[in-house]
């Protein structure tokens, strides 16, 4: 009965923020963030149909997915890592993910390129960008971004598709959004990965590709 009740309420919710995706003018990408999230809510996001997922740590995103994808069943799934990464687990990263969001210092392009090279596998990327200038947050600050980009692109060879950005809490999300779409047409940049379940609708009414929504598909997060 629990499972069964699971089930249809993420459904339903996956529904609901699709609707918003489709209704927008460009093509919106719904992320479903899985981090701390169990394994039966998992199962019934992509028995819902849902492809495309986010996690923000390498070993958790190992536990939550090692196993589905080894499987095969769902050989068009999709991780996004949206969490900050740390250059020894470079490795790890780009043998599970499919798409890296947190590109945000030299020395872990460097180790991205490295190690894509190694595997072959040559990930879009995507910089983060601290459009709050807060300094307890990654990312980069947006005076930079255009020699970070150049570094990026040129120097190390890492396909940048686009840039994402985490809001600071205490400000309205909208300017920041604006901001990250601004900077992304002047660098000719497709891709914004903004918005999350507090705020995802006036990130597509600002242009975004992408939208990682957590909570509002499958409930309040375990608590770390
Ligand atoms: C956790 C997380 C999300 C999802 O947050 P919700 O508010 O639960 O939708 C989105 N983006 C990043 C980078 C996250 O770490």
């Avoid at 990263?93 to 595997?119: C, G, N, W, Y």
């Avoid at 040129?154 to 990250?180: R, S, T």
Wanted: net charge negative; aromatic share 6%; with cysteine.
């Amino acid at each position: 009965m629990f499972k069964v009740m699971v089930m249809s309420e993420i459904a339903k919710n996956i529904k609901a923020v699709r609707i918003v995706c489709d209704a927008a003018p460009q093509p919106v990408e719904l992320v479903a963030v899985s981090k701390r999230q169990s394994q039966e809510k998992i199962l019934a996001a992509l028995e819902a149909g849902q492809r495309v997922f986010g996690e923000n740590k390498v070993q958790e995103a190992y536990e939550h997915w090692q196993t589905i994808k080894d499987n095969g069943a769902y050989p068009d799934l999709m991780l996004h890592l949206i969490g900050p990464l740390q250059t020894n687990k470079a490795k790890d990263a780009i043998a599970l993910f499919d798409v890296i969001e947190t590109v945000d210092r030299e020395k872990l392009a460097r180790s991205l390129a490295k190690e894509m090279k190694k595997q072959g596998r040559h990930l879009p990327c995507y910089i983060q960008v601290n459009t709050g200038e807060e300094v307890q947050k990654a990312g980069i600050f947006p005076d930079d971004l255009t020699d970070f980009y150049v570094f990026c692109q040129d120097e190390c060879g890492l396909n940048i598709v686009g840039l994402m950005c985490i809001p600071p809490v205490d400000e309205p999300a909208a300017m920041h959004f604006g901001l990250l779409s601004n900077l992304a047409s002047n660098l000719g940049l497709q891709k914004l990965s903004m918005g999350m379940s507090g705020d995802y609708e006036i990130a597509i009414e600002l242009g975004a590709t992408n939208v990682r929504v957590g909570s509002g598909i499958f409930g309040v997060r375990d608590s770390l």
